[in-house]
């Protein structure tokens, strides 16, 4: 299958700082990318769909200047966290879907864990 | 309004034993798809069946079927011979639309254990 990266697996930064999470995919094109956090024994809540070449859609209640998402290229997403603080320790996962291909496919990353002290 | 329910927030399974794990959705679309996902301790999300709101068939991947009812609008996973390294926790999810790109919202999960 299609493989998803994300870097960094996981990342402590102290509070006030910016942090930058990278999803690629690696072996086929990705028109849209998903950004996912997941707190501790929840659900995995859809922050933004990232589009390449356009603004990212945000979903309800999410801060966009708070998460910023760049798609500058088919292959690579990224997710600034800007102005960390400890509420913003999560489980962030992105996914993509293959800009060709049969319906089904979403593919996602292994997971970046952030912790803010 | 929650456009995915899991109604098991957890459950023990003995192990060779069959499973299932409820799912029910709501949506006007005609167009949708169904995803079942596990999350193991790891983290990642993996893929483990799909189904399509048009598809007649219920689908099925090895040990995993998906029971689509769709007048009832449920969509629960049914896991043949459980093993130990089924213990994981369990996503439903959904896709509105027919679009590739549309986004997909997911269940709370249930977590699965399985006795040895």
């Known amino acids: 299958g299609a493989v998803v990266s994300q870097h960094p697996s996981w990342v402590i930064c102290k509070s006030g700082t910016s942090v930058k999470i990278e999803c690629r995919s690696l072996?086929?094109?990705?028109?849209?990318m998903f950004w996912y956090r997941q707190f501790p024994k929840q659900s995995l809540m859809l922050m933004a769909t990232?589009?390449?070449?356009?603004?990212?859609?945000?979903e309800q209640g999410v801060e966009k200047d708070k998460f910023l998402i760049n798609h500058a290229s088919l292959t690579l997403s990224t997710l600034t966290v800007t102005s960390a603080h400890p509420e913003d320790s999560s489980f962030y996962i992105c996914?993509?879907?293959?800009?060709?291909?049969?319906?089904?496919?979403?593919?996602f990353g292994p997971g970046t864990r952030l912790t803010v002290l | 309004a929650q456009k995915i329910t899991q109604t098991q927030p957890g459950m023990f399974v003995q192990e060779k034993e069959a499973v299932t794990l409820d799912c029910t959705y709501d949506?006007?679309?005609?167009?949708?798809?169904l995803f079942w996902y596990k999350q193991p301790s790891s983290g990642e999300m993996i893929f483990l069946i799909y189904?399509?709101?048009?598809?007649?068939q219920n689908a099925t991947e090895g040990r995993y079927s998906l029971n689509f009812q769709k007048a009832r609008k449920s969509a629960n996973l049914v896991i043949s011979a459980s093993q130990l390294g089924d213990s994981a926790m369990y996503f439903c999810?959904?896709?509105?639309?027919?679009?590739?790109?549309?986004?997909?919202?997911f269940g709370s999960g249930t977590r699965l254990s399985i006795r040895p």
């Open positions: 996914s993509a879907t293959r800009s060709a291909g049969v319906n089904n496919e979403q593919f």
């Open positions: 072996d086929f094109q990705a028109t849209t």
């Open positions: 990232s589009n390449e070449g356009s603004k990212a859609t945000y």
């Open positions: 949506t006007s679309d005609q167009s949708y798809g």
């Open positions: 189904q399509g709101s048009y598809d007649e």
């Open positions: 999810a959904m896709r509105e639309g027919a679009v590739r790109a549309s986004k997909i919202i």
